[in-house]
């Protein structure tokens, strides 16, 4: 079994932002020469998350207001300045596998992988992708 690692580096407009990976992981599973297997996505940040949806804007402003309702901004919160922030990234996971198959990563129809930054900044980000198989 190989395994190959890689990782992605893009920046972040700030809260709340969407950036498709779809594209980018397809690449690192190239690269990596696998064709049936995994691909294992993990974003290491404790304000960033990573979603598998349909990538379509008025979906993202939907997202976005549910995130707002669920833990608002202004919540009286203890820790300084972007407990929101930390408290949105509970919510959902910081990683994705994917099935590869005949080098393909492999998604249902109207699915993109979606790197969702949830701090109140920009930020530069990187996502580390692990690509398993043979």
């Known amino acids: 079994m190989k395994v190959f690692n890689d990782s992605l580096r893009f920046s972040t407009r700030g809260e709340i932002d ?3 990976l779809t594209d980018k992981v397809q690449e690192v599973v190239e690269k990596a020469g696998v064709k049936n297997g995994l691909a294992h996505v993990f974003a290491p940040h404790a304000t960033g998350i990573l979603i598998l949806t349909e990538n379509e804007p ?22 300084p300045s972007n407990a929101h922030s930390h408290l949105r990234s509970v919510l959902l996971n910081p990683d994705k596998t994917l099935p590869v198959m005949d ?3 492999t998604l249902g129809t109207w699915q993109s992988l979606v790197f969702v930054e949830t701090d109140v900044h920009p930020r530069q ?3 580390i992708v692990q690509v398993m198989g043979e």
Do not use: A, C, N, W
């Open 103 to 105: 080098g393909q990563v």
């Open 58 to 79: 008025s979906l993202q402003e939907d997202m976005k207001t549910m995130l707002e309702k669920l833990i608002p901004r202004r919540g009286g919160y203890q820790h």
């Open 125 to 127: 980000r990187t996502v």
């Open 18 to 20: 969407f950036i498709d």
